[in-house]
């Protein structure tokens, strides 16, 4: 059996790094996941069709405040078993990222969050450094993993949303949240 993930990528006047983002899940070796563009421009842009031939791909204009209501308002029209958050500009380190995750997932199907490990760039695409995860144990002192590299299982988002009160910080908190409610960290 093999997991099914939901991948909401958000972006705001991004359009450019938007198609590098959407090229980038084009070359994933696995076919398992479907794609929710959470637009909260005030530019409406399609996203080209030729996406949608290459996997599910709905589009969703939201002008919400900040975000954490994009997250929120991506959650609801997932359908995958994890769920996974992109912004615009953001790329998969492999292709081969998703089977791995899935590999994991299957082997271990208690998980209900799984961090992996970041890499972050420059302009021209040279790699700064890698945000490895922590241990959830220290997440008191801050964030253990960047919110790209986590990985929900979508009926623990689906009742648990992000808090939109503030403006930074919710991913942490949310996470903090998640902790202290016992669920199940990887």
Known sequence: ???CFSIIVITKSNYDDLISTLESISEIDYREFEVIVVNGSKEEYATPAEYENRYPLSEIHD???????AMNAGIQHIHGDYTLFMNAGDQFASSLVLRDVNDLLQAENEIDILCGAADRSDKENSRINTFWPRNPDTLIYGMIACHQ???YRSSLLSKHKFDESTRVSNDWRHLLDMYRLGCKFK
């Open 1 to 3: 059996m093999s997991t």
């Open 63 to 69: 002008e919400g405040s900040g975000i954490y209501h």
């Open 149 to 151: 590299s986590i990985y």
